[in-house]
């Protein structure tokens, strides 16, 4: 509290509705200024946050020039009417159509809402397109994830996320239906093929893991408010790997040959790439990576047509999964030859 400023009486009501009041006209205060205008400690203001998120308001938090600053998630009343341009609403009909990925979960069911108002509020000229506009992206999906058992856990961390709650989470890590349980404070949503993953610090791990959301199988949203660090970013978890896994770094070359060359450089696989192409129409594609699962199935998908150059451990390693496959096949082969000569015999 600033010295000489005279100290101020309220009611929790009284003092929920000034705190409600001050962070809808102005752009967001710390927890230091409110406590200040309200004349209580910072512990007071606390639980009254938690109060008035209980009341059903937004809150939501970020740091700024070292300070945590408070601010309302949404204000209505400051929000003026939306128009679309017709390729605005092309644009947007491209986003609706890759969040496919999502079928199954409480996001695809908010798209779904936010669609439903913008199609409310639009002049009927713009109402005949819109079914033309919705076929003009097409989304392939194989592989899709199955989100029916995760589905009515994915509430408990939209609302983590959203109000930085810390979870108590049962999570089925290797998908055999044996669950161990995790304290977690939810930081980010990762998207990967089509997957949807959870990053976290989990306590009882002390450190951050990544969790796929369909492999949840029970969660518990706590009161317990938890800080995300000032310096964190999330995608410096993964900028050295190739996919999801940042484990020991590799320093890769592959070949490709002429027949495939133009879907590879045509791509971004890693920062820092190089490519180079011989008298051959071959092309050699260098980078840092660490991921080595990840890096050998994404050699073996061209098969013939991707030879490792470096590092000698992952030229191994894709030799040696090629070489089991070949006497995988050579046995399956044998033994139904066998089981048919002896079905002619018999």
């Keep these: 509290m600033q010295k000489g400023k005279p100290s101020k009486k309220y009611s929790q009501a009284g003092r929920l509705h000034s705190i409600i009041r001050l962070l809808e006209t102005r752009r967001g205060l710390t927890l230091e200024e409110l406590a200040d205008e309200c004349g209580v400690d910072r512990r007071t203001i606390h639980r009254d946050l938690s109060a008035i998120e209980e009341a059903g308001y937004s ?9 945590k600053i408070y ?17 605005q609403l092309m644009s947007l009909y491209l986003l609706r159509s890759l969040s496919v990925h999502l079928a199954g979960t409480p996001f ?36 899709a994830r199955d989100y029916t058992e995760a589905a009515r856990h994915l509430e408990g961390i939209q609302r983590s996320l959203l109000h930085q709650f810390r979870v108590r989470m049962a999570y089925d890590k290797k998908g055999r239906g044996t669950a161990e349980e995790y304290e977690c404070d939810p930081y980010t949503l990762v998207f990967h093929k089509g997957g949807i993953y959870l990053l976290g610090y989990a306590h009882n791990r002390k450190g951050m893991r ?4 369909e492999r949840i199988r029970g969660i518990e949203v706590t009161r317990q408010h938890f800080e995300i660090p000032p310096d964190y970013q999330p995608e410096e978890h993964f900028k050295s790997a190739f996919g999801l896994v940042d484990d020991r770094k590799l320093q890769v070359r592959v070949r490709f040959s002429a027949e495939v060359a133009h879907a590879v450089t045509g791509r971004s696989w890693m920062s820092g790439q190089r490519l180079e192409s011989d008298s051959q129409g071959r092309v050699t594609v ?38 089991e496959m070949r006497q995988f096949y050579r046995s399956k082969d044998k033994k139904e030859a066998r089981e048919k000569g002896d079905r002619k015999n018999g």
């Design 59 to 67: 809150l939501t938090s970020e740091w700024e020039a070292g300070r």
């Design 71 to 87: 601010s309302f998630l949404t204000k209505s009343r400051s929000i003026p009417p939306i128009t679309f341009t017709l390729p």
């Design 108 to 143: 695809q069911t908010e798209i779904d809402d936010v669609f439903r108002g913008i199609t409310s509020v639009l002049p009927d000229r713009y109402v005949a397109h819109l079914e033309r506009i919705a076929r003009c992206s097409l989304p392939v999906l194989q592989g």
């Design 210 to 213: 990544l969790f796929a959301l």
């Design 286 to 323: 260098s980078f840092q990576a660490s991921g080595q699962l990840e890096l050998v199935s994404w050699i073996l998908s061209y098969g013939m047509h991707a030879e490792v150059l470096e590092p000698p451990d992952l030229r191994l390693e894709v030799k040696r999964q090629i070489k």
